[in-house]
């Protein structure tokens, strides 16, 4: 089956800083990628879709200018996480659309914890 | 807009015995339903799918669901439980099989011996 990575699968960093992280498809296009934040003991919740080459949509409530995504090619789809807080510790994962069959394949996430 | 609902946030069954974890939804289109199953600090892995069709679905590791318009139910089962089926379950659905997802709330399965 398809293949989606995320790099990198654990980070810790300080408070005020920046953090990228990076979403690919490996062995497909994927024109839409998904990215999503799972709170401890809770459900996934769409953050935004993000669509090559034009900007993405968010769900309500989310900053954009907080979560910067970046969909610069068919298989690289980049969340970056500016001036986290602590309550920016969460696990993201994302999602990589395939046309063909139509469905998302899930990444393994990124545990993101901001001291 | 489309809602999911999970009875239950935890279950608990003994191994060989039959799993059933409830999925109720609500959709203003034609839903596509999805089970996943999550091991702990890792992604999604779908279990099965109901786009159009068959209602009973089949999909890996023995586990089905069948999709009821009448009462707006995918509810997941397995005949017998195995000691590796213990994980976090959630339903989702959606308006076609590749946007996005509305998840429910996620079911903790544990499996005693």
């Known amino acids: 089956g398809a293949v989606v990575s995320q790099h990198p699968s654990r980070v810790i960093c300080k408070s005020g800083t920046s953090v990228k992280i990076e979403c690919r498809s490996l062995?497909?296009?994927?024109?839409?990628m998904f990215w999503y934040r799972q709170f401890p003991k809770q459900s996934l919740m769409l953050m935004a879709t993000?669509?090559?080459?034009?900007?993405?949509?968010?769900e309500q409530g989310v900053e954009k200018d907080k979560f910067l995504i970046n969909h610069a090619s068919l298989t690289l789809s980049t969340l970056t996480v500016t001036s986290a807080h602590p309550e920016d510790s969460s696990f993201y994962i994302c999602s990589a659309r395939s046309l063909h069959p139509d469905t998302q394949y899930f990444g393994p996430g990124t545990r993101l914890t901001v001291l | 807009a489309q809602s999911v609902t999970q009875l239950g946030s935890h279950v608990s069954v003994s191994e060989g015995a039959l799993v059933l974890l409830r999925c109720n939804y609500s959709s203003s289109v034609p839903p596509y339903l999805f089970w996943y199953v999550q091991y702990p600090n890792q992604g999604l892995q779908l279990l099965l799918k109901y786009t159009t069709g068959a209602t009973l679905v089949k999909g890996i590791n023995g586990f089905e669901a069948e999709f009821k318009k009448s009462e707006t139910s995918f509810h997941l089962t397995k005949p017998s439980a195995h000691m590796s089926d213990a994980a976090e379950y959630f339903c989702a659905v959606s308006e076609g099989g590749g946007n996005k997802l509305t998840f429910g709330t996620g079911t903790q399965l544990k499996v005693e011996l």
């Open positions: 062995d497909f296009q994927a024109t839409t």
């Open positions: 993000s669509n090559e080459g034009s900007k993405a949509t968010y």
